[in-house]
């Protein structure tokens, strides 16, 4: 079996090592332009040039979860496209939107400013009742983010294009439910994939459906937020403020308004990071049962874009 790597942005020589470990039996290579063919290779962001040079590849392993950027290249026609599956990327995920969360429904930055001034004081007990959390996008890290979210208690709704049960959560599904989806919710988390269905869909009319004093966390794409529609709403006071960790260019250029924003906090990319070794084990064992000719998860479905 013959694996190719072809990663940038990465540190590629521990992904290099890691790989050789666990496949001894295999050839495992770093892509260069003009490399022999291989069977199966592990990419992330890989230039246009080797794609059309490794057409015969019997599947691809993104090492993300969102294959957006991948999606936007031309890919051998026949190859599977194989996105990670968690590998360690969800609790990360529950962990970040429950900070997000309990820092804005506690108001700690509040708390923050008042003892940074010596002063000892309080803020009136909010309901949990009254802050409904609508996750947009219902599949491994969404529904995981619903189960830590519905641990403190708070009413949880979610939205996903195929009609969905999921325990402790109110479910809603496609575009004609996606407006009583909204005036429930009062936080609005996005976890979901970027596509021609998904892109811009936190814009001025979506966000203005959420209740008054809504708070946003878009934890998924940039490209889901019209950003310029942002800022107004939260300065109309129809938005509480926004947790955002992912924008439309990243990194956030110096000069965005996001940055100096009182009530928008930024994170550079980074609520649920790849973990390689969970990532190495996750790919490793999704080539194996390949060879083998059996069915493996998070193979993505190129039409639906995700
Ligand atoms: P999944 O594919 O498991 O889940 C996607 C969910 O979105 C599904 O529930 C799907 O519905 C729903 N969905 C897709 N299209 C629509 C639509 N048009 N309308 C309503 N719902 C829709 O993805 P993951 O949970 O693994 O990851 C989600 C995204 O999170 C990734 O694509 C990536 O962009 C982002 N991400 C961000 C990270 C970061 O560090 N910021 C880290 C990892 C991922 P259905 O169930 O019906 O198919
Ligand atoms: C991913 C990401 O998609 O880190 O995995 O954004």
């Given at each position: 079996m013959r694996i190719s790597i072809c990663c940038t942005d990465t540190k590629v020589e521990p992904w290099l090592t890691g790989l050789r470990a666990a496949l001894p039996q295999a050839s495992v290579e770093l892509w260069a332009p003009g490399a022999p063919a291989a069977d199966y290779a592990v990419v992330w962001a890989p230039p246009q040039q080797f794609l059309d040079e490794q057409a015969q590849l019997k599947a691809l392993f993104n090492i993300g979860a969102g294959v957006d950027a991948l999606l936007q290249l031309r890919l051998p026609p026949k190859t599977r496209v194989v996105r990670l599956d968690d590998a360690g990327m969800s609790v990360q995920m529950a962990e970040y939107v429950c900070h997000a969360l309990i820092r804005h429904f506690r108001e700690f930055d509040h708390y923050a400013a008042d003892v940074a001034q010596g002063k000892w004081s309080y803020r009136r007990p909010r309901l949990r009742t009254e802050c409904p959390v609508g996750i947009m996008g219902l599949g491994v890290l969404g529904q995981r983010v619903a189960k830590a979210v519905a641990q403190f208690d708070f009413p949880v709704l979610g939205w996903s294009r195929s009609v969905k049960q999921v325990e402790g959560v109110r479910c809603f599904a496609g575009q004609t439910q996606l407006p009583e989806f909204l005036a429930h919710s009062k936080v609005l988390v996005c976890l979901l994939p970027l596509t021609e269905d998904t892109?811009?869909?936190?814009?001025r009319d979506t966000l203005s459906?959420?209740?008054?004093?809504g708070y946003l966390i878009n934890v998924a794409r940039g490209a889901h937020l019209v950003e310029e529609d942002l800022i107004p709403l939260i300065d109309s006071g129809h938005l509480a403020g926004a947790t955002l960790?992912?924008?439309?260019?990243?990194?956030?250029?110096?000069?965005?308004p996001f940055w100096a924003h009182p009530k928008i906090t930024v994170t550079p990319h980074t609520s649920a990071r790849t973990l390689r070794d969970e990532s190495i084990a996750q790919i490793v064992g999704k080539m194996l049962a390949c060879e083998r000719g059996e069915p493996v998860a998070g193979v993505v479905d190129r039409n639906r874009g995700y």
């Open positions: 892109r811009g869909i936190l814009r459906q959420l209740q008054s004093g960790d992912v924008f439309r260019q990243e990194p956030l250029p110096a000069s965005h």
